[in-house]
Structures are given as structure tokens and as C-alpha cells.
């Protein structure tokens, strides 16, 4: 019995020295870059809080540059200086970083926590992993809301985005963000192009031409958007009748904030968002990324998130967590860009594509509003 007991302390001693020295190993401060605003909260609260709650000694500060994620992570490399420890990222712009060499590969099976039924994390995501350097976090989209109460007498309300077009029908200030990725498209698709054929459309000099003339008939209307956090403030006060947004930010104005706002589903750009890691980290900030990064993508947190914004769970195992708002107590599934009743006509954005062609076409984006 003594023998037992003096193995069990040996036992409980060597596992207690052995995290003691993992932790001694990992990095005590970690950038974090995110989007500002309603996501990066609901990050907080569903990620970092209960993170630092387990590891007290680590301390975790926001950098709200994803909007210029590629850029910066270009010029830190350039420098050889990488101030950043894990960066949220759109779907196609982790794709660029992981072809030019700027974020890191991962085995998903290995980096990430399997679902709560043993089901390995690259099933559990699945068509998520659209790269070898992505981890993804939610599914989201960018979709219209409108003022509800500037609305013409008589008039329906506003549906989806082709009516940003019709400025007869439905006159005022727009907003859209000031980026081709979503503008280019439904510029086509409400100019008559296919669905099945936009991307065929755009990658010819007529069909980009046939996009800027559409987007011609409104660019005096528009107010262009960079902060994820201007389309709502925009509409909250009464600066614009319709405008791009983020469907997260939109239901922060709408239900949070009691807001005269209403949702235009129809056409509302899919797309994903998730973490990437800079290469080049050092030995003690990789592994603090590694186990904060395990923790913040398991099946328990991503559906927390869900708790606090209207972006869908990227891990199948999370999406019958999903339940109620953490505050107001309302269903959130509803409220979701992949609810049947918001998702009838739905454009899902072509990651690789926008990988491909996004320098080139953000260039002549930036040519075009400047003329």
C-alpha cells in the first residue's frame, strides 16, 4: 500500500513538473488581430475569458487590422519582425498567405481538439479546411440591411441585393465596402449574369468592365466602407437607406440595440472566417498559440461564440450546441445566415478564385472609385 501511494505522488509529481514545464515554455503574452466591433467580443467572451481563467499568467492583447492582414503580414515577413501570434482571416485571404509562404501549415488531426464522440477535427470540419494553413472559426455572410422606417409609402421593403441598384424605387444613400470581393459579383448577378457564370464573367476584361458600369449607376449614391463597424453606424443614424454589412453586425444593431433596421437577405454573400499563424514565431510563442488556438476551435467554444453573434459554428459537432442568445435569451438559430428561411438565394463566395485574382482586381478597384 505505501509502495502505491509513494508511485501515485511520484506519478501525480512527474505529470504536475511536466505541465509546470510546459507552461514554463510557452510564450506569457499573445497578439491577437481581429475584425473590432460585435465578432471580436463575441470572440472575447467565448474564447479568451474562459482562456485566461485556466491560464492565469497569460496576458492576451486585440489588434483590430484583419482588414489589412495580408498587407501587414507581407511587410512584418519583409521586416523580419512578426509582431502577431494568430490573425482572423477570411477564407480567401488565408489562402494567399498560405501560398506566399506567410502563414503556417497545419496537420488539423494533430493541432486540433477531435469533436466530444472522438470525431477526428478534419471530419468534424470538413469542407471548412479550405486550406493547409486554415482554422476555421464560423461561417458568416455579408447580406443588406435597410431603415425600415425610410422606406417609401406603398413601397415593399427591400429584399436582397439587387435593389442597392435601384435607386427609382428606392432612393437615398448606400453603403457598400470599399473591396471588390461581393460588389464585382452582385454587380453581375443583378445585371443579368447567371449565377453559375459570374466567375467565367469576371475573369474577362468585359465582364469586370460590365461589373464597373453597374456599380457606375450608384458610386454617387455610395458611402464606401473599410471598418466593419461603419455600415450599422451608418444606418443607426440615418446617414443611408441601405447598405452592405456583415449579418453579425446587423443583428447587433437589430436586437441588441433595438435599432429601426431590417434584414435583405437575398443574395447574401457565404463565406468563411478562421485563424491563421504567421510563420516565423518563435519555439515558446508557437506553442502558446498551439494550446490557446486547440482550446479556442473545440466544439464547446465555437458554439459558444454562437451565443453572442449570429455566425454559424464551422464545426458540425457545434451546430446542436447552438441555442439561445447569452444576454436577451432569444433563439439565435433563427438569426443565422444558413437558416432556411434567410438562405433561399445564396452566393457562395469562390475562395480560390478570389485568391487567385484579388491583387489584381483590387487594384483596378481602387483605380475605378478613384476616378
Keep these: 500500500m505505501k509502495l502505491t501511494k509513494t508511485l501515485l505522488a511520484t506519478t501525480a509529481l512527474t505529470v504536475a513538473a511536466g505541465a509546470a514545464f510546459a507552461e ?23 474564447y479568451v475569458e474562459p482562456y485566461q481563467e485556466m491560464n492565469s499568467g497569460v496576458n492576451i492583447v486585440w489588434d483590430e487590422s484583419s482588414s489589412e492582414a495580408v498587407a501587414k503580414l507581407r511587410a512584418q515577413n519583409e521586416a523580419d519582425n512578426i509582431t502577431w501570434d494568430l490573425v482572423d482571416v477570411e477564407a480567401a485571404d488565408a489562402i494567399r498567405l498560405c501560398d506566399e509562404g506567410l502563414a503556417m501549415e497545419i496537420d488539423a488531426d494533430e493541432a486540433l481538439a477531435a469533436a466530444p464522440d472522438g470525431t477526428s477535427a478534419s471530419d468534424d470540419f470538413g469542407d471548412m479546411l479550405v486550406s493547409d494553413c ?16 425610410m422606406v417609401p409609402e406603398g413601397t415593399e421593403p427591400p429584399t436582397g441585393a439587387c435593389d ?5 424605387k428606392y432612393p437615398g444613400k448606400r453603403a457598400l465596402n470599399k473591396q ?7 454587380a453581375l448577378l443583378c445585371d443579368g449574369v447567371a449565377y453559375e457564370d459570374v466567375y467565367d464573367v469576371l475573369e474577362t476584361e468585359e465582364g469586370q468592365a460590365q461589373a464597373f458600369a453597374k456599380l457606375d449607376t450608384i458610386k454617387d449614391q455610395t ?51 478562421g485563424w491563421v499563424i504567421p510563420t516565423g514565431l518563435s519555439d515558446e510563442r508557437l506553442a502558446r498559440v498551439m494550446d490557446f488556438v486547440s482550446f479556442a476551435t473545440d466544439t464547446q467554444r465555437l458554439a459558444d461564440q454562437a451565443k453572442y453573434i449570429s455566425y454559424g459554428p464551422a464545426r458540425a459537432s457545434s451546430a446542436p450546441l447552438v441555442s439561445t442568445h447569452a444576454e436577451l435569451g432569444i433563439e439565435m438559430a433563427p438569426h443565422m445566415p444558413t437558416d432556411p428561411n434567410n438562405a433561399e438565394n445564396t452566393f457562395v463566395n469562390n475562395y480560390n478564385w478570389w485568391a487567385d485574382y484579388r491583387d489584381d482586381l483590387d487594384a483596378k478597384f481602387q483605380a475605378w472609385l478613384g476616378q
Aim: hydrophobic share 45%.
Design 24 to 46: 514554463s515554455h510557452m510564450a506569457s503574452d499573445m497578439t491577437l488581430v481581429s475584425w473590432g466591433g460585435a465578432y471580436q467580443a463575441s470572440q472575447q467572451k467565448a
Design 223 to 273: 458611402i464606401w466602407w473599410s471598418a466593419s463597424a461603419e455600415p450599422p453606424q451608418l444606418l443607426a443614424d440615418g446617414e443611408i437607406f441601405m447598405g452592405s454589412a456583415y449579418n453579425g453586425r446587423l443583428f447587433s444593431a437589430i436586437v441588441e440595440q433595438n435599432q429601426p433596421i431590417g434584414m435583405a437577405w437575398d443574395w447574401q454573400m457565404f463565406d468563411l472566417d
Design 180 to 186: 471588390p470581393i461581393a460588389n464585382m459579383e452582385w
Design 164 to 168: 442597392v441598384f435601384d435607386l427609382e
Design 134 to 149: 486554415f482554422i476555421p472559426q464560423i461561417v458568416f455572410s455579408t447580406t443588406f440591411g435597410y431603415r425600415t422606417d
